[in-house]
C-alpha cells in the first residue's frame, strides 16, 4: 500500500506550498506458528522460535482472547475522556460513591523482604546486554542500586529484535549467566562483563504501555497487546526461576489513566500465574502514576492491584507530557519550558508527589520517586554541579516521605542514595511508611499557566528531539545527550509543548509568536549546530561513516519536524511497533503517519 506523508503539515494560517512524498510500505507476509496465532514472517526467526515454544504461544492467545475485547473498551474510554478534555472538561476525582471500597482501611497484601529496601533504582532499556549487566553490578566505588528495572518500555525501541533480546537478555539477568564481550575493530575481545548471582539488586521488569500493539504477533487476526506479551513472555521464562531462589517477580506499569485499568493488568497477574501454576499474589507491581487522569485515581489504582501491589510511582517527564496532552486545547493552562517544571517548585507538582506518598503509605505501599536522568560530564567541575542537583533533588523527596528514587546512570547511585540513607539511618528503618503527608483531603492537582515561555524553551525541544529521533531510527529507545538520558518520555514532552505553543500562537518573553515558520527556523538552526558538532566528533573516521551520521541527523530532523507540524496532535509518538519486514526508509514513512 501507499502512505502519503507530508513533509511539513499544513496549518490553517500558513500560506506555503507542501511537497507530498509518497513512499511504499509493504504489506507483511503471515505464517501461522499456533492455533490462531500468526507471526509476521520476518518475525519468525530462530531467536523467536527459541522464545516463543508452543505452550508460550498458547498462553499468549488464551490471555489475547480473554482480555483483547476489554482493552479495546478501556482505550474507546480513553478516547471519550480525551474529546471531553479538548471540549473543556477537566480531570478530577471521582464521586466517592463510584469506589466507596478504595477509601476504606485497607492494606496492600503484605510485601515480601526483597521489597522492602528500595532507596535507589537504576533503569535502562532490556535490550542492551551490557547496561543490563551494569545496572545489576557494583560501580568501581562499591556502590549497588537497591533494584534494578529491565525496561521494555520508554528507554526501549519496540523493534522485534529489541523486544527478543531484551527476553534473552531477562533470563541471562534471573540466573545469573548473562554475559557481554566487548570487541575491537578486529573482531578481539578487549572487555567482557558478567554478573554476580550471589551480589545483584532486586531484579525488575516494566512491560509495555495499555496502548501499544505488538504488530509482529496476531491472535485471530489481531495484534495482541505489547504489555500482555511482555508480561506473559516476562513470567513464562522467570518466574519460577526467580521464585526457586527465594526472590519475588516484580514488575512495573506504566501509563494507567484509570482504575478500570489498573483491573485490567491485576486480572492479566491472576490469569498468569493461574496459567504456570504459581501461587496467587506471588508477581508484584509498581505502578506508575504518570498522567494526570491517574493522579485524580491513586488510591482507586491501588486498591485494584493490592493483593499485587509493591506501590506507586512518581513518573514526573511522562506526567508532564501528560499534563500538556490532556489540557492541549485549554488556553488558560499552558506551561513554562519544560525544563523549569520541577517536582519541588510548582505546587500542582508537589501535590501530585505528596498525594501519592499519602495514598501508599495508608496502605502499606511504599511511595516511590523519580528519575535522576544526568549522565556523568566529562569534567570534574561539571560532574560536581550534577551530583548537586542529584542530592538536592534527593534530599527533596526524602524529606517529604518518598522510599526511594530512580536514576538512570551507575554514576549517581551514591550521591542519590545518600540522602535516603541519613534519612532512614534516623528512623532505624529501610522506609518511611510511617511518613503520611499533610494535605487537603482532595489537594488541586491540575496543572497552572506559568512562565517562562522562551525562544531557548524551543530550541531545547528541537534540540533533544533531533538528537532522540537519530537514535529511534536506528532502534534505540535511550540516548545520552547533552549529558543526560534522554528516553521517550522527554521526547514526548518536547513535541507536546511545541505542538501546543504553536497551536494557541503563544507569544514568548522577546515578543515573537510562536508560527510553523519560527518552529522550523529553530530546527534549520539548530540541526545545523549538531551537524558541525557531529563533524567535529567524527572528524577521524572514514568519511564513509561520518556522512552516514550526518544523513541519520538529517533524517531524524526532517521526521521530528513533520511530527511537530502535524495539525492533529498524535496521542503517543506510536501506538504499535513496527513490523519486522519494513525497511528503513519504510519505517521513517510509518513513523510520520502515524500509527495511532
Given at each position: 500500500?501507499?502512505?502519503?506523508?507530508?513533509?511539513?503539515?499544513?496549518?490553517?494560517?500558513?500560506?506555503?506550498?507542501?511537497?507530498?512524498?509518497?513512499?511504499?510500505?509493504?504489506?507483511?507476509?503471515?505464517?501461522?506458528?499456533?492455533?490462531?496465532?500468526?507471526?509476521?514472517?520476518?518475525?519468525?526467526?530462530?531467536?523467536?522460535?527459541?522464545?516463543?515454544?508452543?505452550?508460550?504461544?498458547?498462553?499468549?492467545?488464551?490471555?489475547?482472547?480473554?482480555?483483547?475485547?476489554?482493552?479495546?473498551?478501556?482505550?474507546?474510554?480513553?478516547?471519550?475522556?480525551?474529546?471531553?478534555?479538548?471540549?473543556?472538561?477537566?480531570?478530577?476525582?471521582?464521586?466517592?460513591?463510584?469506589?466507596?471500597?478504595?477509601?476504606?482501611?485497607?492494606?496492600?497484601?503484605?510485601?515480601?523482604?526483597?521489597?522492602?529496601?528500595?532507596?535507589?533504582?537504576?533503569?535502562?532499556?532490556?535490550?542492551?546486554?551490557?547496561?543490563?549487566?551494569?545496572?545489576?553490578?557494583?560501580?568501581?566505588?562499591?556502590?549497588?542500586?537497591?533494584?534494578?528495572?529491565?525496561?521494555?518500555?520508554?528507554?526501549?525501541?519496540?523493534?522485534?529484535?529489541?523486544?527478543?533480546?531484551?527476553?534473552?537478555?531477562?533470563?541471562?539477568?534471573?540466573?545469573?549467566?548473562?554475559?557481554?564481550?566487548?570487541?575491537?575493530?578486529?573482531?578481539?575481545?578487549?572487555?567482557?562483563?558478567?554478573?554476580?548471582?550471589?551480589?545483584?539488586?532486586?531484579?525488575?521488569?516494566?512491560?509495555?504501555?495499555?496502548?501499544?500493539?505488538?504488530?509482529?504477533?496476531?491472535?485471530?487476526?489481531?495484534?495482541?497487546?505489547?504489555?500482555?506479551?511482555?508480561?506473559?513472555?516476562?513470567?513464562?521464562?522467570?518466574?519460577?526461576?526467580?521464585?526457586?531462589?527465594?526472590?519475588?517477580?516484580?514488575?512495573?506499569?506504566?501509563?494507567?489513566e484509570h482504575y478500570l485499568e489498573a483491573r485490567w493488568f491485576n486480572d492479566l497477574f491472576v490469569r498468569v500465574q493461574e496459567a504456570l501454576s504459581i501461587p496467587q499474589k506471588t508477581a508484584k507491581a509498581t505502578f506508575l502514576i504518570e498522567t494526570l487522569p491517574a493522579a485524580f485515581q491513586m488510591e482507586e489504582i491501588l486498591y485494584e492491584y493490592r493483593d499485587h501491589a509493591a506501590g506507586l510511582n512518581g513518573g514526573r517527564w511522562d506526567k508532564i507530557f501528560?499534563?500538556?496532552?490532556?489540557?492541549?486545547?485549554?488556553?488558560?493552562?499552558?506551561?513554562?519550558?519544560?525544563?523549569?517544571?520541577?517536582?519541588?517548585?510548582?505546587?500542582?507538582?508537589?501535590?501530585?508527589?505528596?498525594?501519592?506518598?499519602?495514598?501508599?503509605?495508608?496502605?502499606?505501599?511504599?511511595?516511590?520517586?523519580?528519575?535522576?536522568?544526568?549522565?556523568?560530564?566529562?569534567?570534574?567541575?561539571?560532574?560536581?554541579?550534577?551530583?548537586?542537583?542529584?542530592?538536592?533533588?534527593?534530599?527533596?523527596?526524602?524529606?517529604?516521605?518518598?522510599?526511594?528514587?530512580?536514576?538512570?546512570?551507575?554514576?549517581?547511585?551514591?550521591?542519590?542514595?545518600?540522602?535516603?540513607?541519613?534519612?532512614?539511618?534516623?528512623?532505624?528503618?529501610?522506609?518511611?511508611?510511617?511518613?503520611?503527608?499533610?494535605?487537603?483531603?482532595?489537594?488541586?492537582?491540575?496543572?497552572?499557566?506559568?512562565?517562562?515561555?522562551?525562544?531557548?524553551?524551543?530550541?531545547?525541544?528541537?534540540?533533544?528531539?533531533?538528537?532522540?529521533?537519530?537514535?529511534?531510527?536506528?532502534?534505540?529507545?535511550?540516548?545520552?545527550?547533552?549529558?543526560?538520558?534522554?528516553?521517550?518520555?522527554?521526547?514526548?514532552?518536547?513535541?507536546?509543548?511545541?505542538?501546543?505553543?504553536?497551536?494557541?500562537?503563544?507569544?514568548?518573553?522577546?515578543?515573537?509568536?510562536?508560527?510553523?515558520?519560527?518552529?522550523?527556523?529553530?530546527?534549520?538552526?539548530?540541526?545545523?549546530?549538531?551537524?558541525?558538532?557531529?563533524?567535529?566528533?567524527?572528524?577521524?573516521?572514514?568519511?564513509?561513516?561520518?556522512?552516514?551520521?550526518?544523513?541519520?541527523?538529517?533524517?531524524?530532523?526532517?521526521?521530528?519536524?513533520?511530527?511537530?507540524?502535524?495539525?492533529?496532535?498524535?496521542?503517543?509518538?506510536?501506538?504499535?511497533?513496527?513490523?519486522?519486514?519494513?525497511?528503513?526508509?519504510?519505517?521513517?514513512?510509518?513513523?510520520?503517519?502515524?500509527?495511532?
Amino acid at each position: 500500500m501507499y502512505r502519503i506523508v507530508r513533509s511539513r503539515a499544513i496549518h490553517p494560517n500558513l500560506d506555503n506550498t507542501m511537497a507530498e512524498l509518497a513512499t511504499p510500505t509493504r504489506d507483511a507476509a503471515w505464517t501461522q506458528v499456533a492455533d490462531g496465532v500468526t507471526l509476521n514472517e520476518a518475525a519468525w526467526t530462530e531467536q523467536a522460535r527459541r522464545l516463543l515454544p508452543e505452550d508460550a504461544l498458547a498462553l499468549l492467545a488464551a490471555l489475547h482472547r480473554a482480555l483483547d475485547p476489554v482493552r479495546q473498551d478501556l482505550l474507546a474510554a480513553r478516547r471519550e475522556r480525551y474529546a471531553a478534555y479538548d471540549d473543556g472538561a477537566l480531570p478530577d476525582y471521582l464521586d466517592p460513591e463510584e469506589h466507596p471500597e478504595a477509601h476504606g482501611d485497607w492494606q496492600v497484601a503484605p510485601l515480601p523482604d526483597d521489597l522492602l529496601t528500595r532507596r535507589v533504582e537504576i533503569t535502562g532499556p532490556i535490550n542492551d546486554p551490557k547496561m543490563v549487566i551494569n545496572m545489576l553490578s557494583r560501580t568501581d566505588d562499591g556502590h549497588r542500586a537497591d533494584a534494578a528495572m529491565l525496561d521494555f518500555e520508554d528507554s526501549c525501541k519496540p523493534s522485534w529484535g529489541n523486544i527478543l533480546q531484551g527476553l534473552d537478555n531477562l533470563i541471562g539477568a534471573a540466573d545469573g549467566t548473562l554475559t557481554h564481550e566487548k570487541t575491537d575493530a578486529e573482531g578481539n575481545v578487549v572487555k567482557r562483563y558478567a554478573l554476580d548471582p550471589d551480589d545483584m539488586p532486586l531484579l525488575m521488569v516494566r512491560v509495555r504501555g495499555l496502548h501499544l500493539d505488538e504488530s509482529n504477533v496476531r491472535v485471530d487476526g489481531e495484534p495482541v497487546s505489547g504489555a500482555l506479551f511482555d508480561f506473559a513472555m516476562s513470567m513464562f521464562h522467570t518466574a519460577q526461576t526467580l521464585i526457586d531462589q527465594g526472590k519475588t517477580p516484580k514488575f512495573y506499569v506504566p501509563k494507567v489513566e484509570h482504575y478500570l485499568e489498573a483491573r485490567w493488568f491485576n486480572d492479566l497477574f491472576v490469569r498468569v500465574q493461574e496459567a504456570l501454576s504459581i501461587p496467587q499474589k506471588t508477581a508484584k507491581a509498581t505502578f506508575l502514576i504518570e498522567t494526570l487522569p491517574a493522579a485524580f485515581q491513586m488510591e482507586e489504582i491501588l486498591y485494584e492491584y493490592r493483593d499485587h501491589a509493591a506501590g506507586l510511582n512518581g513518573g514526573r517527564w511522562d506526567k508532564i507530557f501528560s499534563d500538556i496532552k490532556v489540557l492541549k486545547e485549554h488556553g488558560d493552562r499552558i506551561m513554562a519550558d519544560r525544563n523549569t517544571i520541577g517536582i519541588s517548585n510548582r505546587d500542582w507538582m508537589i501535590n501530585y508527589a505528596k498525594q501519592l506518598i499519602r495514598v501508599c503509605h495508608r496502605h502499606g505501599a511504599f511511595g516511590m520517586g523519580g528519575m535522576a536522568p544526568q549522565t556523568p560530564g566529562k569534567t570534574e567541575a561539571k560532574r560536581q554541579e550534577q551530583i548537586a542537583g542529584v542530592v538536592a533533588d534527593k534530599e527533596f523527596e526524602s524529606r517529604i516521605g518518598h522510599d526511594g528514587c530512580w536514576v538512570s546512570h551507575p554514576y549517581f547511585i551514591a550521591p542519590a542514595m545518600k540522602p535516603f540513607d541519613e534519612k532512614l539511618e534516623e528512623k532505624g528503618t529501610t522506609h518511611q511508611l510511617d511518613v503520611i503527608p499533610e494535605l487537603p483531603e482532595r489537594p488541586d492537582l491540575l496543572p497552572k499557566a506559568c512562565d517562562p515561555k522562551t525562544l531557548d524553551g524551543i530550541r531545547v525541544n528541537v534540540r533533544v528531539s533531533i538528537g532522540y529521533m537519530k537514535g529511534w531510527l536506528q532502534d534505540m529507545g535511550a540516548v545520552g545527550w547533552d549529558y543526560r538520558m534522554e528516553d521517550l518520555a522527554t521526547f514526548e514532552i518536547s513535541r507536546a509543548q511545541t505542538w501546543q505553543w504553536l497551536h494557541h500562537g503563544v507569544t514568548l518573553e522577546d515578543g515573537q509568536s510562536v508560527t510553523p515558520d519560527l518552529v522550523s527556523q529553530v530546527f534549520d538552526e539548530e540541526l545545523e549546530t549538531i551537524m558541525d558538532e557531529a563533524r567535529a566528533f567524527f572528524a577521524d573516521y572514514p568519511d564513509a561513516v561520518r556522512e552516514k551520521h550526518l544523513q541519520r541527523f538529517q533524517h531524524a530532523r526532517d521526521v521530528a519536524e513533520a511530527i511537530y507540524l502535524e495539525p492533529e496532535f498524535r496521542p503517543f509518538l506510536a501506538c504499535s511497533s513496527d513490523p519486522a519486514h519494513l525497511s528503513d526508509d519504510e519505517r521513517r514513512a510509518r513513523l510520520r503517519a502515524g500509527t495511532c
